[in-house]
């Protein structure tokens, strides 16, 4: 019985990596001689159309990511177990993103660089302290809790939003359409961390921007999009940023990707750019973690992490 792997990424690393995890299965890349009966389990990124049927025996499908839009859309998607990616090396990674840039903002480094490249020396200013600052993060989940309590730690005043009401110990957390308004109202710097779903595509806009904090420590609100690209309207945000609304944005994910030549958020001084590596899927840790799926789905146990089509993460 194999594990196939169909990928748009250079599969050696993660054939060697589930080899290694896996030493009793055939692992096989899509395009390969491939048996399509002994195919029981696939590990999949944005798998080409038709690559994921015709496989009579598949129990289960592991995105190699936390996020699963790639596979939402995705026609004639087996009727098996999606399992996404919730394991500690990738929200460690995540978390160490979202820290470092509410610090940058916290801190105002990117106006100390520029002092730097022209050698100006200004004592004068007393940033605020962290506790001045209101973090909202949106998407209260796995990635989004975890952040949420590395910013406490740093003195943040941490709040999240999730769809459905929930308690976690020490958090404020708004939920749906209606807790929405209250929670963008105390917010200063928005992180955003949800999935890209029929409800969340585009929710990153102009009206949303508008309902944020102004009377903040950091002199307006600003943006940290490490979700997906398609949650965010860029020309909202470039227009937001002209005109006040949104004082600066960090973005991780981008509407198209790689980011296109000529889009002027690379060169526009208020926004950050990073190449949709806020955490990545480090090869060793994920194989880890899907091969002891395996073991738990063949020892009977249940699968962790799995997906619910019906609310599409
Ligand atoms: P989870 O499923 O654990 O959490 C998702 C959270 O979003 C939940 O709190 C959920 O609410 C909330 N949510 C979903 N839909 C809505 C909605 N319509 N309104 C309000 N809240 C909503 O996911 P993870 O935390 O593991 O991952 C989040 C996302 O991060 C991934 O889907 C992926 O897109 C992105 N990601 C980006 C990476 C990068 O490198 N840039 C790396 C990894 C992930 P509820 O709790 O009620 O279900
Ligand atoms: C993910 C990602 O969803 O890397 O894991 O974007």
């Not at 594990?3 to 250079?10: C, P, Q, S």
């Not at 054939?15 to 009793?24: A, H, M, N, T």
């Not at 359409?177 to 779903?197: C, K, M, Q, Y």
Request: hydrophobic letters at 40%; one cysteine or more.
């Amino acid at each position: 019985m194999s594990l196939l792997i169909a990928l748009t990424w250079e599969p050696k690393p993660w054939v060697e990596r589930f080899r290694k995890y896996l030493p009793d299965r055939d692992i096989v890349v899509l395009g390969e001689n491939l048996d399509r009966n002994a195919v029981r389990y696939v590990a999949t990124w944005g798998p080409k159309p038709g690559s994921l049927s015709g496989l009579p025996k598949l129990e289960a499908i592991f995105s190699l990511g936390a996020g699963v839009d790639h596979l939402m859309g995705y026609p004639d998607l087996p009727d098996v177990p999606i399992i996404r990616v919730a394991q500690d090396n990738l929200t460690n990674r995540m978390s160490e993103y979202v820290v470092m840039h509410c610090l940058m903002y916290l801190r105002d480094q990117r106006r100390y660089d520029e002092d730097q490249r022209v050698k100006r020396w200004d004592a004068e200013r007393t940033p605020p302290i962290a506790g001045d600052v209101r973090v909202g993060v949106m998407g209260f989940g796995v990635l989004g809790q975890d952040a949420a309590r590395k910013l406490k730690v740093m003195g943040f005043d941490v709040a999240g939003w999730s769809r459905t009401p929930k308690n976690v110990d020490g958090f404020q957390v708004y939920s749906g359409e209606e807790g929405l308004a209250s929670f963008l109202n105390r917010t200063d710097i928005l992180v955003s961390l949800i999935p890209l779903t029929s409800d969340t595509a585009g929710i990153l806009n102009r009206s949303l921007f508008e309902k944020l904090a102004r009377d903040g420590a950091l002199g307006g609100p600003v943006l940290i999009n490490a979700g997906r690209g398609r949650l965010q309207v860029e020309s909202d945000i470039l227009s937001c940023l002209d005109d006040g609304t949104l004082k600066a944005a960090t973005l991780d994910v981008f509407e198209v990707e790689p980011l296109p030549q000529d889009s002027p958020l690379w060169l526009h001084p208020r926004v950050t750019v990073t190449p949709h590596n806020a955490a990545v899927s480090e090869p060793e840790a994920t194989a880890r973690y899907i091969a002891e799926q395996i073991r738990r789905h063949e020892a009977g146990e249940p699968f962790q992490n799995v997906v619910d089509r019906g609310r599409g993460y």
